[in-house]
């Protein structure tokens, strides 16, 4: 079965540590992309990539930093310079368009994160 | 800065109602425009989607959406809601670049 998977599906963590969520997708996709989400605040973007080797700030990328090694794995870690991560976390993967654009997003089952 | 509102955060219907949820979007060049839904515990999938041609639109489980580029809206509808449409829904914006604008999200609660 084709899809995304994220794991672990619940996370806790002290304060003060490093934490890194995993993503995974088998849909040859190009691109992946994290969002946080909070209880009314919709998805917000934390960081995608576009290819291999290669990735770009989101909107709320401050206290996160991802790795794009494989097309395959798109690892998402909370530092502990995150002030606020209690969230709910979800990993995306889209195809590029051949006319332009990116197709709608493929969604992983999302990780939630509690910071004790 | 492009933004995408949802007009409702909340709302109850009993089945056999209409459901309209407004969604709106503020950016003025070419858009493709998505509405996903998370049911309770599954994964955030497509409902329906628009790139170019007919701007109504149908998805999945009987649910359409009106594109309307003159007011920048794309309004999610269903004639007749089940028990099982409770859900939360998302519509989205993608702007032609890399970025995918999310709204908000409307809690949808059908009452059986």
């Known amino acids: 079965d084709g899809g995304i998977t994220q794991s672990p599906k619940y996370l806790f963590r002290k304060e003060g540590q490093n934490v890194t969520l995993s993503c995974e997708q088998n849909?040859?996709?190009?691109?992946m992309y994290w969002y946080r989400q909070d209880p009314g605040q919709g998805l917000r973007l934390i960081y995608y990539?576009?290819?291999?080797?290669?990735?770009q700030k989101g909107d709320i990328a401050e206290g996160y930093s991802v790795s794009r090694e494989k097309k395959e794995s798109f690892p998402l870690t909370v530092t502990s310079a995150q002030k606020n991560p209690t969230a709910f976390y979800l990993c995306?993967?889209?195809?590029?368009?051949?006319?332009?654009?990116?197709?709608?997003?493929?969604f992983g089952p999302g990780t939630r994160l509690t910071v004790l | 800065a492009q933004s995408v509102s949802q007009h409702n955060h909340h709302v109850i219907l009993s089945e056999a109602a209409s459901l309209e949820l407004g969604c709106n979007y503020s950016?003025?060049?070419?858009?493709?425009l998505f509405w996903y839904v998370q049911y309770p515990g599954q994964h955030l999938q497509l409902l329906l989607k628009?790139?170019?041609?007919?701007?109504l639109v149908k998805g999945i489980k009987g649910f359409e959406a009106e594109f309307i580029k003159s007011k920048f809206s794309f309004n999610l509808r269903k004639p007749s809601v089940q028990w099982s449409d409770t859900a939360e829904y998302f519509c989205?914006?993608?702007?032609?670049?890399?970025?995918?604008?999310f709204g908000a999200g409307t809690r949808l609660f059908v009452k059986a």
């Open positions: 995306a993967s889209s195809f590029r368009r051949t006319s332009g654009g990116y197709n709608e997003q493929f």
């Open positions: 849909l040859n996709h190009d691109a």
């Open positions: 950016y003025g060049g070419t858009v493709n």
């Open positions: 989205a914006v993608h702007t032609g670049g890399f970025k995918t604008i």
């Open positions: 990539s576009q290819i291999v080797n290669d990735f």
């Open positions: 628009y790139f170019s041609g007919d701007p």
